[in-house]
């Protein structure tokens, strides 16, 4: 089983739909959690970490359960900006190396 | 601030060139990274450098080397470029256990 695993996609949704992704991780001793969006031939980019208690930043929400060891990502009202690959990362506290999921992509048309 | 800067932003190499991608950081991160990214292979680390002085391997670290030159900067050599090395290659930096911040990417063709 990969560290972190993501359904790759394509997510296509119309203007204005609600999507949500998973992304599960394997190794309980993980403690930071992050959502990163890549856009085509661009670097990653932090979109928002994820915590305990669940996080919102406008139209995303990002929710972490430990119990099933996946975390959530959950965009309302998409616009066509929101089209991208969004990249689910992991690490372990005390490592310095993050994990990342290999991404979802995720196309908003009108 | 400039953030994580990365140069060359394109390089077109022949096999058996060697080359140096060099990257620089303006944040006063401890730890940097390599990574390469394939299509549909997602991001794989190549080497890291958890603070200055200190360099390791990464998933993919064959065909590679690096040199942590300070705090600041990290750079990436290819002695000897194979047409597999063909790929866009990442620098980050990191203050753990926060984010990583990324550069905006070298895309290397090997022919």
């Known amino acids: 089983r990969k560290e972190v695993e993501q359904d790759p996609g394509p997510f296509n949704v119309p203007e204005g739909a609600t999507v949500a992704f998973n992304c599960t991780y394997s190794n309980s001793a993980s403690q930071s959690f992050f959502w990163y969006r890549q856009d085509c031939r661009k670097e990653p980019k932090l979109l928002m970490s994820?915590?305990?208690s669940g996080n919102e930043d406008g139209r995303f929400t990002a929710q972490l359960n430990r119990a099933s060891q996946y975390i959530s990502l959950l965009i309302r009202d998409s616009k066509l900006s929101d089209s991208a690959t969004y990249l689910c990362?992991?690490?372990?506290?005390?490592?310095?190396?993050?994990?990342f999921g290999r991404g979802t992509s995720l196309i908003v048309h009108p | 601030n400039a953030g994580v800067t990365q140069t060359p932003k394109f390089q077109v190499l022949k096999t058996g060139q060697s080359m140096t991608l060099q990257c620089a950081q303006d944040m006063n991160h401890n730890s940097m990274y390599w990574y390469r990214q394939d299509p549909g292979m997602g991001l794989r680390l190549i080497y890291y450098s958890a603070s200055e002085g200190t360099t390791d391997k990464g998933e993919v670290p064959n065909g590679y080397n690096v040199s942590r030159l300070n705090k600041r900067e990290f750079s990436l050599r290819l002695e000897s470029a194979a047409p597999s090395q063909t790929s866009v290659y990442f620098c980050a930096s990191r203050q753990d256990p926060e984010t990583q911040y990324f550069g905006p990417g070298t895309r290397l063709l090997v022919l």
């Open positions: 990362v992991v690490s372990r506290g005390g490592s310095y190396i993050p994990t």
């Open positions: 994820v915590y305990s």
